[in-house]
């Protein structure tokens, strides 16, 4: 089997978000490993009262959570930093804190806990991808620019043919990051189901209903792609972007 390996864009950002639906950060590079990528969605806050399928604590029931920047104190080996949390005022509390968890259940009512999740807690699959053309295409088609931590993607893609929903076309091909043999290697499986958290503004925590109605009305309800590693290894924002055809 020969595989051909086509140019289609660069890495433009990287996004990691330690605990899910709390502010995501920005990174220079990182490790993708089968669980995601390095340190992505390791800790949770879960609803005491919640026995669905859904049990975490996200932006749906508090938006605010959106503006909590929380941060790996040691990066250089997330699996066993600590992590501490910087609040919308200024404070800086640690992920384990009886005072964020008792913010966090006065936020929504009701009493939460905090879990770790080794693996990640992921809604569905482990890393997420969008090309920086359909970010602005949807921003046009909304009405209001909106930026790539409205989505909560981990990987943007500056696509070399400015075409927006580019990923869309790369459904089940796989992208291999940068030259060297370390890259990460991904598979991409299938569009990215949207809800209400991307209503809010990360900035703000503010509403703006237009933005899922669009996706729904526009792009059914979907925006960006899933995807599962292929190949564990490393991805820098500006490697190059290769296409796996067979």
Same mark, same amino acid.
């Given at each position: @089997?020969?595989?051909?390996?086509? +140019? ?9 978000? %330690? ?5 995501? +950060? ?9 669980? /995601? ?21 996200? /932006? ?21 930093? %600590?992590? +501490?949390?910087? @609040?919308?005022? /200024? ?28 693996? /990640? ?26 930026? %790539? ?35 990460? =290697?991904?598979?991409?499986? =299938? ?56």
């Amino acid at each position: @089997m020969i595989e051909e390996f086509v +140019e289609v864009g660069v890495v433009k950002e990287l996004y990691r978000f %330690p605990v899910k639906s709390m502010r995501g +950060e920005s990174l220079a590079e990182i490790r993708g490993f089968w669980h /995601g990528l390095d340190g992505d969605r390791r800790y949770a806050f879960v609803c005491s009262d919640n026995r669905s399928g859904f049990p975490w604590l996200t /932006g749906r029931q508090v938006p605010q959570m959106l503006q909590y920047t929380p941060r790996y104190t040691q990066p250089d080996d997330v699996a066993e930093s %600590p992590v +501490e949390v910087e @609040m919308p005022d /200024g404070r800086i509390l640690p992920i384990h804190s009886p005072e964020l968890n008792q913010e966090l259940a006065d936020a929504y009512g009701k009493p939460v806990n905090l879990i770790k999740i080794d693996r /990640g807690a992921f809604d569905s699959q482990v890393i997420s991808v969008m090309s920086a053309a359909s970010v602005a295409e949807l921003g046009k088609m909304i009405g209001t620019a909106v930026t %790539p931590l409205r989505f909560r993607q981990n990987i943007i893609i500056e696509p070399f043919d400015d075409q927006p929903f580019v990923e869309e076309r790369w459904l089940d091909s796989s992208l291999v990051f940068g030259d060297s043999s370390d890259g990460l =290697r991904i598979r991409l499986n =299938r569009r990215i189901l949207r809800c209400v958290m991307i209503n809010i503004d990360p900035e703000t925590s503010e509403k703006e209903t237009a933005v899922l109605k669009t996706v729904a009305q526009a792009r059914n309800n979907c925006a960006g792609v899933h995807s599962s590693t292929e190949r564990a290894g490393m991805i820098r924002v500006g490697d190059v972007v290769k296409l796996v055809r067979i």
